[in-house]
């Protein structure tokens, strides 16, 4: 039994309490096809999104993660939202990813479902969503995830492939909170709202380009900034 945090037992009791719910044919599910399939993704991965989306809503409300109560809801706003980024990503699938202020670990969680090959690691301070999601990742069986609790700036760090941070900080604070998770040519990567400012970046992180995407089903119009760290010679 994982080891509940102080502090947190009126809200978290025990972990059999906290367990993935098998359904037959489910709306979820439907919903999460349609959204691959507009992505142009498999769609077998449907159903573990599925079971993600309703750990998440039947703890949002316990744990305050998300505004979304619905299952359907954190489908379409969480699940595919993530899985848009994904594809917009500059390596989509990277070999491995950092998700800093990860929240209730969203985009990381549905990526490591999407991509079993991809190595995450996702990064939050807030003890209740660091405990979700340490029971999540062991509930959905994601071996290739592991969260981490405490300050993107403060914890060890350990270089990925990609680096992201979807609203941690400011975006100079962010990038340049970033940059030491980032792997000799790999990328940072900071998710925006489609009428978002233009970002300056900090000395030594390079622009490379702005990519904008459409998360499926009707859903916001986003974009990625796109960054490099400098490689002196």
């Not at 709306?27 to 399939?37: K, N, S, Y």
Request: glycine share 8%.
């Amino acid at each position: 039994m994982s080891r509940v945090p102080r502090g947190t037992r009126s809200r978290v009791t025990t972990l059999e309490e906290f367990h993935v719910e098998h359904e037959g044919p489910s709306p979820v599910a439907d919903l999460l096809r349609e959204g691959l399939r507009e992505l142009g993704l498999a769609e077998d991965r449907a159903g573990p999104l599925a079971q993600l989306a309703r750990l998440v809503a039947r703890w949002a409300e316990r744990l305050n993660l998300t505004g979304h109560r619905d299952a359907g809801a954190v489908a379409r706003r969480l699940v595919l939202d993530a899985l848009a980024l994904g594809v917009a990503l500059p390596a989509s699938p990277p070999d491995s990813l950092a998700d800093l202020g990860s929240g209730a670990g969203f985009p990381g969680l549905p990526l490591a479902i999407l991509w079993p090959d991809l190595r995450l690691t996702s990064v939050e301070s807030r003890e209740r969503r660091h405990h979700f999601q340490r029971n999540a990742i062991r509930l959905l069986g994601l071996r290739n995830a592991v969260a981490m609790r405490g300050r993107a700036e403060c914890v060890a760090h350990e270089p990925h492939r990609i680096v992201v941070a979807q609203a941690m900080a400011s975006p100079t604070l962010a990038l340049d909170w970033m940059r030491s998770w980032v792997e000799p040519e790999g990328w940072i990567v900071l998710p925006l709202a489609a009428d978002a400012p233009p970002i300056a970046p900090p000395p030594g992180i390079e622009p490379i380009e702005t990519r904008r995407y459409s998360v499926p089903l009707g859903g916001p119009h986003r974009k990625l900034w796109i960054g490099r760290i400098i490689q002196h010679a």
